[in-house]
């Protein structure tokens, strides 16, 4: 089977509201209440339960070669227990990852700053970077700030074949499109939009929580015992 994630909304051309429309069909919901008999399965339930599943490394490996050429294909597993597990793991997953500015911030690193009082300005940042020979316990944020002690586990969240705190020193910095000449700063955003000139940094520690209790989920995930 293969399903799309969430809802569409679209507005009428002859009306002022927003309509709701779900990726998923009712037969796509039909397919897998089906396979569990006398269970009550929603169509939220199944969202969470493909993004679970999505996230499980043995389903990566063994639909590897397909998920490189088309629509992933979502098969039912065995029993409605690893349903469950798989649905519950994918809505943790998804509330974490949609929510992702208000997780805790890691507390397990040191922050170097000189033992200096910091203003609003020293948070600026330009480019971060890792530690000497790429060591990735280490973060330069800047040159007043240093980010020692990060766990190399932290790295084993993968987001598009990348590290989700690769993205973050990647996109948290000042960059100019050569093409257009256009600036992009992640300062401006920060205190524009966040109205925190630590953002950036924030940034980098709270997806150090999400990317640790991510992988924490995935390796409890269920064995991928396929029904169909």
């Not at 969202?47 to 998920?67: C, I, K, Q, W």
């Not at 020979?133 to 240093?146: A, E, S, W």
Request: glycine share 6%; proline share 6%.
């Amino acid at each position: 089977m293969n399903t799309s994630q969430g809802s569409l909304f679209e507005q009428t051309p002859s009306q002022s509201r927003i309509v709701r429309r779900d990726a998923i069909t009712d037969e796509g919901l039909k397919h897998f209440q089906d396979a569990y008999p006398g269970q009550v399965i929603t169509k939220k339930d199944l969202f969470y339960y493909v993004y679970g599943l999505l996230h499980s490394p043995e389903y990566r490996e063994r639909y590897a070669d397909t998920l490189r050429k088309e629509l992933p294909r979502i098969p039912r597993v065995k029993t409605f227990e690893a349903f469950r597990a798989f649905s519950e793991a994918g809505r943790t997953l998804g509330e974490m990852h949609v929510n992702f500015d208000s997780q805790p911030i890691y507390k397990g690193v040191q922050i170097d700053t000189g033992n200096k009082p910091l203003t609003p300005d020293d948070y600026r940042v330009t480019q971060m970077k890792y530690g000497k020979g790429k060591d990735k316990t280490v973060l330069h944020y800047n040159d007043r700030i240093t980010v020692t002690g990060i766990p190399l586990e932290a790295y084993d969240y993968v987001v598009n074949g990348k590290p989700a705190l690769d993205w973050v020193v990647e996109r948290q910095c000042v960059k100019t499109d050569k093409a257009s000449g256009i600036v992009n700063d992640a300062n401006d955003w920060a205190i524009e939009t966040m109205n925190d000139p630590r953002y950036p940094l924030d940034l980098f520690l709270r997806v150090i929580t999400i990317s640790l209790e991510t992988m924490k989920i995935v390796k409890n995930l269920p064995a991928l015992e396929i029904l169909d």
